[in-house]
């Protein structure tokens, strides 16, 4: 599949879209919104490069999500017929699949636990530990520290609170010599005492039930 861009606050998959495809990000950074029609919007997860999204729409031949780019990204997508298509005639094919949206729910019921249970300080938390270890799993960094290009509008969508009270706790985290993020690069100055702030919370996956091979298979 020909690899395409995207420029940020490019809608690639719209909710209504009749035919939807699943999508490998190769790089940048998109996000899985929902917009109410009063405009108020949630941001339900955050995409990274690596990542299969829409494998859950091309499956079902619907979607009501948006995936929109949060700068400017480089992806692959698929349609759902050819999705469709390559598991009925591989097996294993349909088992990584159905893998892939394992550990998409996975961290879906994370990100549900976190804002359910957690105050602003511990959401901010377990939301920069968890963009932190999955790049650092992936080896897209060496280092505690990483480009974030979300707004804090888009970070008080994603995890349900004022875009006031992101920008309080940010200064507080800051204050804290916990974490700085300054244009959009986060900094983490205390990884120990940031991982006790989200304690508690699932971990992000169960254990490797996917790996760089499952994504290759599908061929996006």
Request: aromatic share 4%; hydrophobic share 45%; proline share 5%.
């Amino acid at each position: 599949m020909p690899l395409r861009t995207a420029k940020r606050d490019t809608v690639i998959m719209s909710a209504d879209d009749p035919a939807p495809h699943a999508f490998l990000l190769h790089r940048g950074f998109a996000y899985r919104s929902f917009s109410m029609p009063d405009g108020r919007r949630s941001i339900l997860d955050v995409l990274l490069p690596g990542d299969i999204t829409g494998l859950d729409y091309a499956v079902l031949g619907r979607g009501n999500h948006e995936i929109v780019a949060a700068n400017t990204v480089g992806y692959r997508s698929m349609t759902g017929a050819a999705v469709r298509e390559l598991m009925m005639s591989n097996p294993q094919i349909a088992l990584r699949t159905l893998a892939l949206m394992g550990e998409t729910r996975w961290r879906t019921d994370r990100h549900m636990t976190v804002v359910t249970r957690l105050d602003a300080r511990g959401r901010i938390a377990a939301f920069i530990l968890g963009i932190y270890e999955r790049l650092r799993q992936r080896e897209l960094i060496l280092r505690p520290t990483f480009n974030l290009p979300l707004t804090q509008e888009q970070l008080a969508d994603h995890l349900g609170i004022t875009m006031v009270h992101v920008s309080r706790t940010l200064r507080r985290i800051r204050e804290e010599r916990l974490v700085l993020i300054d244009r959009q690069v986060v900094i983490i100055l205390d990884l120990e005492e940031l991982r006790r702030a989200a304690s508690g919370i699932p971990p992000l996956s169960a254990g490797g039930v996917t790996s760089a091979g499952s994504r290759d298979e599908l061929a996006l």
